[in-house]
Every structure is written in structure tokens, then in C-alpha cells.
């Protein structure tokens, strides 16, 4: 499978809040760094923290645009709250490997009514 096509299942999967599918979209050891949190490791780690983030607030992601090169693919997104973001994936033998996210935490977490940790 291509990069894009797993990505494209990697949003339906999202949009659906669908945190078991996601999960099994990682290898067993791949890390999943969201660059305003701490990198996640693992597939069981990954798994839980979707679990997490959708139990906290509804998510969405419109596609803007996917790009592919070699085994990487680019997700350009926004949500319907006017948040936008990118994400690289990683994608060897059909898994993603590593994931790394850009997207503003104070504005999530502002949009979403959820607190903000304080320094």
C-alpha cells in the first residue's frame, strides 16, 4: 500500500474516533510525535493515547492535502473549528514507523473549553 493510501484510511480511521484501527496503522515500535507533547512510543502507547484524545474532545480532520515521496507522506488538515496542522508519516512495509505533528496546542485546547496547564 501506498503512503497516501494508508494516510487516507489513517483519517477515516480518525474521523471515526476509531482508536483500535489507528492503532494497528503502527508498528509494533514506531513513535508518534506530536510536536507540542512528548513523543509516544509504541503501538500499544499510540493506541491509548488516541483513546485518550478522543475521550477528551471531539476531533476532526478535513484533508487539505496528502503528499507522497518515496515512503513519506505529508497531511495537510484543518478542523471545522479553523485549526490547522500538518503531520509526516513515515510508512515501511505497510506501518507507519513515525509520525510527527505540527498544530497549536493553546488554540486546541482554547477551541475545545479544556484547561490550560499552567508554567
Known amino acids: 500500500m501506498r503512503p497516501r493510501e494508508l494516510i487516507e484510511k489513517w483519517v477515516e480511521a480518525f474521523n471515526n474516533a476509531d482508536f483500535d484501527e489507528l492503532g494497528e ?40 492535502n496528502i503528499f507522497e515521496d518515496g515512503e513519506w507522506a505529508i497531511l495537510e488538515w484543518k478542523d471545522p473549528l479553523g485549526l490547522r496542522g500538518c503531520g509526516f508519516f513515515h510508512v515501511v512495509n505497510d506501518k507507519i514507523v513515525f509520525q510527527r505533528g505540527y498544530w497549536d496546542k493553546l488554540s486546541f485546547l482554547r477551541q475545545h473549553g479544556l484547561p490550560i496547564p499552567e508554567e
Open 25 to 64: 496503522m503502527y508498528s509494533e515500535d514506531a513513535v508518534n510525535y506530536q510536536v507540542p507533547e512528548e513523543p509516544v512510543e509504541g503501538r500499544e502507547a499510540i493506541r491509548k493515547m488516541f483513546k485518550e484524545e478522543f475521550a477528551r474532545a471531539e476531533m476532526v480532520c478535513i484533508v487539505e
